[in-house]
């Protein structure tokens, strides 16, 4: 939806403003016919536009009622009008990055031909793909058919695997994109991102993890891997109401070993969103693939004139992290308190993307947005199930309550970049561990 609104705006700027006007536009970049159709009509008429010479050019092409939505586009308000050339950006990124999935799946399909065949039709369509004049392809083609030949000879991974297998299959984790992360406070989003950061360090080689942890400290970060890995309560691990066995010990010397050998940094002293710039930067020079994670934004130091100033700058300076590293970014984030206020057991409190704190602003640059939830820490959804009585899956019965509040929910609420969906964990915060729940599959 965004990225049609984005189009609207650049068609209503580019009627009013001649700057936009003059942005070179593939006949393929809008994503809507319509959208499309109405640019090349200002092309056509050049300096001749005018709503009258528009209506004149539909009614000669038999397009006649089209007139009616081209007046809708050019007389709405959108959010943030004056930020046209950044959604123009934004819409060229995305526009680029499909032509060149497909270029790779050409090349894929291809590959027995002959190379200077293949480089002249990739030289082709990448000539097409010139946006706006900040970007020249030329000087870009190069680095962009090596990042295609890397990712067909496993040099760069085709994506970053999480370790779970349905998250992995419909999930498109992969490098140069931005991931949000929000919940409700107390639900687990700071246990989870750690879960899932531990988990790509164990299945990605040649991974590095810059990590900055302003919920926990750098003792109780570690006590969570320690948890994770070993299966042990962090309450067991700091002996409390329980003494450590011998064969406990075994298992966290194992586990230190193992931590030992990850290359992660963890920064637990909140600063701004600057020094997490230059700190990346640098981190991510030195390795071959570089991940960012930021527990949470919102602690972030960065202070301005309006909440909404902060925001524009933060996300401004992220994607300018993205852009200069090509790393993917991990962004934890927390929900409004009026998403807990509201009254809503029918929907079992499931966050919406309403609910995010804060501006839109952050959430318009990111790839994708993970909404959690965790049911069961509601009393009343609690009890309701406990109304309803026991359910019965592979032979056994269980109680509705009790697996309530096991279920860890991930709702892909925004996905630029493939499907929306649910995926249902089983968790045990306690240990920082969370199972890929199929319902036929209970245990």
Not at 6 to 20: D, G, M, T, V
Not at 40 to 49: A, H
Not at 55 to 74: M, P, R
């Amino acid at each position: 939806m965004e990225n049609k609104l984005y189009e609207r705006n650049i068609l209503k700027q580019a009627f009013i403003n001649p700057k936009a006007r003059s942005l070179k536009i593939s006949k393929t970049f809008f994503t809507d016919p319509i959208h499309q159709l109405i640019w090349n009509s200002y092309k056509y008429l050049g300096l001749n536009l005018s709503k009258q010479t528009m209506g004149d050019v539909f009614k000669q092409s038999k397009n006649l009622a089209h007139y009616a939505i081209f007046i809708e586009i050019i007389s709405a308000n959108y959010e943030d009008e004056e930020m046209w050339e950044y959604q123009y950006k934004y819409l060229y990124e995305e526009y680029v990055r499909k032509e060149l999935i497909n270029l790779s799946i050409y090349i894929n399909t291809n590959i027995e031909k002959p190379a200077n065949e293949i480089i002249k039709y990739s030289k082709e369509k990448l000539e097409n793909l010139q946006g706006d004049n900040s970007i020249n392809i030329q000087e870009g083609m190069g680095s962009v058919m090596l990042e295609i030949m890397q990712r067909k000879d496993g040099d760069i991974p085709s994506s970053i695997k999480s370790g779970y297998e349905m998250f992995d299959q419909i999930i498109n984790l992969d490098f140069n994109r931005i991931v949000l992360i929000a919940a409700a406070k107390k639900i687990g989003k700071s246990k989870f991102i750690i879960n899932l950061t531990i988990n790509m360090l164990k299945n990605n080689p040649d991974i590095g993890i810059k990590f900055y942890s302003y919920e926990l400290n750098y003792q109780e970060f570690i006590f969570e891997i320690i948890a994770m890995e070993s299966g042990l309560t962090i309450n067991q691990i700091r002996s409390k109401g329980y003494i450590l066995l011998p064969e406990d010990m075994i298992k966290i010397e194992k586990v230190t070993k193992e931590i030992e050998k990850f290359d992660i940094e963890i920064e637990t002293e909140p600063g701004t969103i600057d020094s997490i710039h230059d700190e990346f930067i640098k981190f991510s020079s030195i390795r071959k693939h570089s991940i960012l994670v930021i527990d949470n934004i919102g602690l972030l130091k960065d202070k301005t004139k309006s909440q909404t100033e902060t925001d524009d700058y933060i996300a401004k300076k992220i994607v300018e992290i993205k852009r200069k590293t090509k790393g993917l970014i991990f962004l934890v984030h927390h929900m409004t308190k009026k998403m807990e206020e509201e009254a809503r057991i029918k929907d079992a409190y499931r966050p919406r993307l309403e609910f995010l704190r804060g501006s839109t602003r952050i959430q318009d640059y990111c790839n994708m947005v993970l909404l959690i939830h965790r049911p069961g820490e509601y009393e009343d959804i609690v009890k309701e199930e406990e109304n309803k009585g026991n359910i019965l899956t592979n032979g056994t019965t269980y109680r509705r309550a009790d697996i309530i509040r096991k279920i860890f929910i991930v709702d892909i609420a925004l996905n630029r970049n493939g499907n929306k969906t649910i995926f249902r964990f089983l968790h045990r915060l306690d240990r920082s561990q969370f199972k890929e729940w199929n319902f036929t599959k209970y245990e």
